[in-house]
């Protein structure tokens, strides 16, 4: 989620690129298309558009862990999956990027996208979106 918001001087815009993936079944008959928007990542600065980027991630040992729980408990175990991860994780900062190519309105020198919420490649999205969940979970 963004909005248009007049060009940056001296600010840190970084690019934006498409990325498809084509989905096909067995067969390979095509099942489905998909397109994501992807932020450039890589352009930006450390210090001055993101602070820190550390995520916590899961190892096997412990998965295995919590599986033999289950097992020797005799437990129900629920899991889910979560989609879209990054683009629900809200920013922080600032972060400007370029209009992308098919969706551009107006003058690509005068008008950039302000991001509210995280895109795939950002250096902090993964990490906003595991603070908002940490937050949800800690008041269940």
Request: net charge positive; with cysteine; charged share 20%.
């Amino acid at each position: 989620m963004s909005s248009l918001v007049s060009h940056i001087k001296n600010g840190n815009i970084i690019g934006s690129r498409w990325v498809f993936h084509l989905k096909s079944n067995v067969d390979w008959s095509i099942e489905w298309y998909k397109a994501r928007l992807v932020a450039k990542g890589y352009s930006q600065r450390p210090g001055f558009k993101y602070l820190e980027i550390f995520t916590p991630t899961n190892c096997m040992s412990t998965v295995r862990t919590i599986l033999a729980l289950v097992a020797i408990e005799d437990l129900h175990l629920q899991s889910i999956d979560i989609l879209h991860t990054h683009s629900n994780g809200k920013m922080d900062l600032d972060v400007y990027m370029e209009q992308p190519e098919v969706l551009m309105q107006g003058s690509p020198n005068e008008l950039v996208c302000l991001q509210y919420k995280a895109l795939y490649g950002a250096k902090q999205g993964s990490r906003q979106w595991n603070k908002q969940m940490h937050k949800a979970l800690i008041e269940l």
